[in-house]
């Protein structure tokens, strides 16, 4: 499945780039390749929607990640505390 490759590829420079506005368009095709999934595809051996979905996820979970640590702009150093 084209789609379902060409995901888990994009996917891949995601989790690489941490390239946060590339991995929402990732996530869609991820979501177009499970949902036009074929069973006979994935019987002859081929990579399943799902893994191409989870692995979509998990790069659009880690590319956002940064967002949501807290450190100190001068050292960069992770607080945690506010004082």
């Known amino acids: ?3 379902g490759s060409m995901g888990m590829f ?3 420079l995601v989790l ?8 929402w368009p990732v996530v869609l095709i991820a979501l177009s390749s499970f949902m ?13 929607p799902w893994t191409a979905l ?3 996820t998990f790069a659009l979970l880690v590319s ?5 640590t807290f450190t100190d702009p001068m ?5 945690f505390s506010s004082s």
């Open 1 to 3: 499945d084209t789609m």
């Open 10 to 12: 994009l996917a891949g």
């Open 16 to 23: 690489v780039s941490r390239n946060r506005y590339l991995a």
């Open 36 to 48: 036009n999934q074929h069973p006979i595809r994935t019987k002859e051996g081929g990579s399943t």
């Open 54 to 56: 989870m692995t979509a």
């Open 64 to 68: 956002h990640a940064a967002m949501f």
């Open 75 to 79: 050292t960069g150093a992770i607080k």
